[in-house]
């Protein structure tokens, strides 16, 4: 777009091919240069594209420049996310470019593992062919004992897909923490990769879930998009229900406040599901069509089926009973199938899934729920009925010349799910949804941008649980037969291997962009398993936490002066896609992450050749066989890489991107937004409203030995039991949870002092009257001692007292983000609540994810007790 | 005639405090100095509890209390609506700031340098200076170091001397080259507006035009520029909560 | 009884141009007194006013103006009573009074120059502010009133006034030889020590008296004002201010005037020129200053009770209950106890000087407390957007400060009384 300025040019060339050293001892020389005639000319000024380094949905930014000094980054006009926009952390993330608290060099460690590090500086060049060595050790024994592990990751094709793939490593991610648990309900139940979102624009009744409105994302996006077009509806008349135990997420724009008790989500869904039923809303049309309702389930629990077909393409087809012949008849055949009743098909008595549904919710009364959410059964039917009632099930609206049908209800729910019962909650909540027809309508219930069926749908169909040994991540294990890959448990593995018939251990792990030790929860067993690692690679642009105690190398990764991408720009209704370019050289000797990977894959010696990680980014790009693909030769330059990519999208090149900072593809056809309209509806999907796998699973499971801790949950309808933490003893009396600040991004910006200045330091949110009466006052020192019910383990931290009216009596809230302590300006914020809060048996959903929820005691610091 | 006025929808806020990192970004405010500060309020009882947000710039009153009492008329009010602080007239006095109501000013209690202390991000560390040339801060806005308006008076940014006033200037540095202040244009949701209220067809006359507002502590005929539309005036039993970090 | 004779004597009367070992010590502890204001203030000047107490309004929850306002408005009201009652000895000629006329006209300069230092050091940018706060003065401003007007046109006035009524003194001083001879020759300069220049003299002097009153008035009304014209200020609101003002005003500085009075009269051994009449006088109309000004507490008592606005009623709470309560009713009783005190010795019409003094201090004590609570409460509890309850005390910094302008003040009266007669001189028939 703008002309680079001088300076920033010749600084360009300079650091072109020269190592580092080399070319900083250049431009510094040049800047010299620069600088003396720099009084002669007037300061050069420009403007260049880039993207936001903190947050999770990429919004475009301009960086303003001063002879090629950024001084301010603003939003990106006609951005779909932010259009012009930025939010206070998309604007402070200035001064930590700046920072000379990040890691300038290469660092290898001089002291003991466990303990705060010392560090040497060293040269790339050093610091790689450590990791490579240790990379080319393991992997000669076993390729899978390296492990990957990333918390965000900016270049999925190209970091994880790619890199992992040259090198053989295995994987690990942070969506255990994040919000998998919801994902995996959905990918069982609707088979998208999504948690809940509703069509916002259109919708008309929402149940914010669980959605921190005012400060984070809901479902995948980072903040921004959905606040702005939750005004958009709100301006044409929605009622929000702001189903959480804080006020403070929806705050003003909670129409009504549901201040239910944590993790008794479940609970509500199935008494709202009760209720729906007993007032007759149900979509009917919706139900037999396009969800297993109507199929024919037997005593035994396993649905009716046929096999049709032969050989390779025989498959199983579910029976329904059709009203239309008076018989059972294939699904697939089926006029006029029933969705309630008993029905006998060759001597044999089933029941319709939906009837079996039916019996199941029976006793899920609001009244039952009442109680068991701490709110009252007046308000539960209250919901069911104005949620059945503007679902306005039957209507259909059009558009785009397209008739769709119109059910302006839905939830928004993400991180919530991370609960003990959380993916049997997502699925309940999903059926309230179901219910009244609103998946995939007009305003109604959404999970992703598009209806592209998951994998996981079809594996779920069928879950394998195997004997021992099981690898690390107690993938197919008798454990968890769904298994979303969870970091807390590998650190219980990495304890105890034996007790989870665990052989293998990984050996050498690379952090890209996490900070497990802090941002996860039950610090201490990530302070015992990282111990474990033979070697560690710490991949970050400042000394995370986790790099502080046990980086054996820490490699200093650029933050926003790098190429990065391609991201997807879309904010549901517009397709778009940006890169993130650098706005002016690494600062001190730091590189991207691109940069980095092609540096180790040469020192390991995985550049080239087939499956070489050259060619795994062909693949990964879809390059392969383009006149664009990368020649299999000397390591690319990052930028010719993704010039080449854009190429490949039918762009004139990379320069699209600096020139426009965006590409634009258009609008969003309702034929792909909408599953009622998709070709074939829902993506083919049959709604699983029944989960016959989860009961086979269970049944495999307690055939291998699983104890009932694990199998529990492994039930084909979701299935009330109280909490396993509701066992603590009564002096736990509160349920503490955890929560974003708009001000901050998980743990890695109390670092940036502008936005801790906004955001002020740790707190626990109490209700006034529960501190009167624990004599506590605004600004008090408190100790919150939390207890694991399972192991009877405590967990003590200290923190200061904020009061309001804005949360139930019997819960506590802490923000996370805090506890950072290898920042000068991070350290004495106050601790993280992953001290106290716990992982495994009891505090983990059945699907191998995280819960946020424990029981903890508070009482004021210097107190008694 | 032009007249600059402010217009905050509290419809729409959703007090993320993006309009106050941008003020502070783009006019240079060292640690604790917040031109705009966005209020998080609760009232009421649990469960019965309201929250609500509210932005506060300076009012750049018509009628400013701060402008009458000025000893030097270093604190002036323009043709166009701005109130502004002559940076290299004021003495200091901090009678402006006694005589605000909205409690809008920072007076330079430290030396400019100094005062970037808290931050702990040491913009002078010899490894910037390449970069930097090491200024303070490190994305340092030149366009302060310019004088402003007709009337050519050092009047925008911050810290440029101790023992000197300053606050709010609806960002006359970039209103002059036709920008919106840093804070609107940031703003998320296009809850600030800003425009000329003198022109029929500015974006805030249309926005403004036959729309319930009302401005803050209107009873004491200060007549702010900012005028706020939906929600109510904060009452006495607002309770702030999620301070920021204000001590120096 | 003193006699023509020992006042033409080679020996300067009142102990003029010797020193004392008392007054060395007193002279000395004067200066470590100065000197630590002086540090004080090169600290404040070096790191600048984050050195003070003293933060901003609003977010930061502080007070922006201290106790060097405070002190400002202190110290003006001290000056004004030794000018009123100068004036007021020449305009009705109380001959009882004459013995302290010139040490209320010194406390009127000395206080007001205390008042000038105390607003300087109070600047942001104390040498901007001396060119600039008359190159670009605002006769709008109020704050104009207090530092143009008062401290510069009154403390000029007051001056000359000084020097006007000193001259004949001077004069007959610079007839006979001593020391310090040429110095009044120079102060006498042009004076005929003959009948009509002295009937000029007193003409000058009686117009000059009647111009100064009403320029008084105006001068500490507008510090009033200073404070009274802020809307934005709730408890700063409102016309009680000014009179208020005035009255306090005088309250304190006549306490002064007793003390010096008294001091004089017995380190000098003045008692036949102070004589307890003097006293008398001064008790008088100290008490009915203090009777009024009483008035006006209740007054402001009765009205904080029913306050108008809620923020107006969290002011008041603080000072009648809250944080400032143990100040305000140490203050009122400062006020009251010594106005009931005089109202005894009037009735019973036994002065004693001993007992005037420590109410001539407790007074004074009583002022600066109810000048720092005008001063203070109604920032820091005075917001009228939901900020927190403010802070603010005294660094020590400022404190330093305080006793440098005490000492300053003793300093120049210890000083004066070395050069200069601080009794007039009996006239020769
Ligand atoms: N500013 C900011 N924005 C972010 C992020 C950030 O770090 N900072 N992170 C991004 C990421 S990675 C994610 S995953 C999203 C998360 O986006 P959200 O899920 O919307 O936000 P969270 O704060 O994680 O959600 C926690 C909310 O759930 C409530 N809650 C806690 N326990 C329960 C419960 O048992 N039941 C119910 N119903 N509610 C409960 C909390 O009170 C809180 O309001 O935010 C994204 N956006
Ligand atoms: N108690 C509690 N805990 C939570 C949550 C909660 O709501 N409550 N939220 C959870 C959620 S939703 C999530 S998604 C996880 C996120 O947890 P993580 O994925 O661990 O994310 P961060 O905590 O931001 O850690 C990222 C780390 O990567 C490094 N880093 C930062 N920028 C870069 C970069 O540009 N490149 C590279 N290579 N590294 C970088 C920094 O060292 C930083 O510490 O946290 C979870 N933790
Ligand atoms: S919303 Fe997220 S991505 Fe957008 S600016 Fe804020 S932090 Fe960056
Ligand atoms: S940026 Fe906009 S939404 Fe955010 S606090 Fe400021 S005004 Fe409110
Ligand atoms: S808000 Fe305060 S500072 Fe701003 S113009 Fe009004 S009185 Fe002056
Ligand atoms: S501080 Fe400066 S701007 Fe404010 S009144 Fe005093 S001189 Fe005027
Ligand atoms: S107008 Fe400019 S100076 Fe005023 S608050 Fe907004 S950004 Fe800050
Ligand atoms: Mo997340």
Redesign the pocket.
Known sequence: MVPVSRRAFLKGTAVVGGTLAASRFLFETLDAVAGADALALAPFEDRVFTTC?IGKQDCGMTARRIDGRVVKFEGMAGHPRNDGTLCPKGQAQIISIYDPNRVKTPLIRTNAKGVSGEWRQASWDEALQVVADEVNRVRAEDPSLVLWQK??SKSEAIYDNAFTKAIGSSKLG?GA???DTGYRALEYTLGLHGVLNPELVHNRYLLAWGWNLTNAGGNKYCWIVWPRQMLEAREKGLKIVHIDPRLRAAGPFADQWVPLRPSTDLALALSLCHELIAQGYLDRPYLTKYTNAPYLVGKDGLILKQTVGEGDDAEEVALVWDLATGTGRLATEATEPALEGEYTVNGQTYKTAFELFKTHVEDYTPEWAADICGIEATVISQIASEFGENAQIGATTVIDGIEVPYRPVGIMAY?MAQQELGFQALRAMTMVTMLVGAVGAVGGQLADTTWKIHKNYAAFEELTVNDPPYDFTLKGSRYFPINTGFPGMVAKVMQDPARYGVEKLPKVAIL?????V????SQPDFLESYKKFEHVTV????M?ET?DLFADVVLP???IEKFEGPLSASDGYIDAQVLRLPPMDPLFESRG?VDIYLDLAEHIGVLNGADGYIDQINVALGLVDTPFALPDGPRPEVRDIFDRWAKSQGLSGIDHFEQNGIWVKGLIPPTSTYGYVTDPPFGGAVHRLYGESLLKAQRLMQEKGAEEIYYQDYLPFPTWRSPTMDSSPPEYEFYLI???LVEH????TTLIPLLTELSGKQRIEINTATARRLGISDGDEVVVDSHNAITGETRSLTTVAALTEGIRPDVVGMP?HFGSWSHPASRDLGP???EV?FTGEGYMGQTADAS?QVKVKISKAGGDS | MTRYVMAVDLNRCQGCRACVEACKIENNTPSAVFWMHVFRLEEGEYPDTKMSFLPRPCQHCNNAPCVKVCPVGARYKREDGLVLTDFDRCIGCRYCEVACPYGVNFFNWRNPDEAWDEYQVPFDDPDLMPVTGGVIPSYKNPDHDRLHGPEQRLTSGSAHFKGVMEKCTFCVHRVEQGLLPACVDTCPVGALKFGDIEDEGSPISTFLRNKESFQLLEELGTDPSVVYVGGTPPTSHAREIERPLTGV | MATTQDMVSDRLPQGVGRWSRGWLLFMALAAIGVAIGVIGWAIEHDQGMAATGMRDLGTMGGATWGVYISMVVYFVGVSFAGITVAALIRLFNLEHLKGVARMAELLTVVALLLGALAIVVDLGQPLRGLVNLFRYARPQSPFFGTFSLVVSGYLFSSLVYLYLTSRPDAARLAESPSRLQPLYRLWAAGYEPTVDQRARDRKATFWLALAILPLLIVAHSSLGFVFGLQVGRPGWFGTLQAPAFVVLAGVSGIGHLIVLAALVRRVLRQEHRIGIEAFTWLGRFLMLLLFVYLYFVVVEIFTSIYQPTTTEQRISDALLTGRYAWIFWGSVAALVLPAFGLAWMAVTRKWRIGWMVIMGLIVNLGAIGKRYLVVVPSETHGQLLPYPIGTYAPSLVEYAVLIGLFSLGALLIGGFMKLFPIVEMEETP
């Not at chain 1, 802090?518 to 929860?521: E, I, Q, R, S």
């Not at chain 1, 991949?539 to 400042?542: E, H, L, N, Y």
């Open positions: 380094w918390g965000r942070h923490y994040c919000s991180h890209h962009h996490v900070n497990p802090l941002a996860f929860t991949i970050s642009p400042w995370s790099a990764a650029s933050t992450e955890s929560y974003k991004k998980q743990s890695r996370h993280t609540p992953n809060f946020f």
